[in-house]
Nanobody, 118 residues
Framework: QVQLVESGGGLVQPGGSLRLSCAAS????????MGWYRQAPGKQRALVAA???????DYADSVKGRFTISRDNAKNTVYLQMNSLKPEDTAVYYC????????????WGQGTQVTVSS
C-alpha cells in the first residue's frame, strides 16, 4: 500500500505560478514512476508530467516549457512547478504513483484543485 499526500493547489491569476507537491509513503521500493495528471470538468483525466526513478521525464505538449516536474528520491516526493499559468490549466490535479514491479501497484492522490482565473 502506498499513500499519497498532495499539497500546493489553489487560485492564481493568469501568468502566475504554483508549485504542487506529492509525498508518497508506505511500501515503496526503489523503482517507481510518479507524476501528475489533471482532469477538467467534462474531460478525461490526462497526463501532465511524469518522472521515473532514473530521472527521465515526460510532459504533455500543452505544458512543455511552462511546467517542470522534479523529484526528491530521499523523500519519495514529486513536485510540479507550474509557471505562466493559463485559464486552460484549470483542473483537479492528481498525483500518481506506479510501481512497475508490483501487481496492482498504481495509486492516486486525492486531487488538488488548481484554478487559474482573473
Amino acid at each position: 500500500q502506498v499513500q499519497l499526500v498532495e499539497s500546493g493547489g489553489g487560485l492564481v491569476q493568469p501568468g502566475g505560478s504554483l508549485r504542487l507537491s506529492c509525498a508518497a509513503s508506505g511500501s515503496i521500493f526503489s523503482i517507481y514512476v510518479m507524476g501528475w495528471y489533471r482532469q477538467a470538468p467534462g474531460k478525461q483525466r490526462a497526463l501532465v508530467a511524469a518522472i521515473n526513478s532514473g530521472g527521465s521525464t515526460d510532459y504533455a505538449d500543452s505544458v512543455k516549457g511552462r511546467f517542470t516536474i522534479s523529484r526528491d528520491n530521499a523523500k519519495n516526493t514529486v513536485y510540479l512547478q507550474m509557471n505562466s499559468l493559463k485559464p486552460e490549466d484549470t483542473a483537479v490535479y492528481y498525483c500518481h504513483f506506479f510501481d512497475p514491479l508490483r501487481v496492482g501497484g498504481t495509486y492516486w492522490g486525492q486531487g488538488t484543485q488548481v484554478t487559474v482565473s482573473s
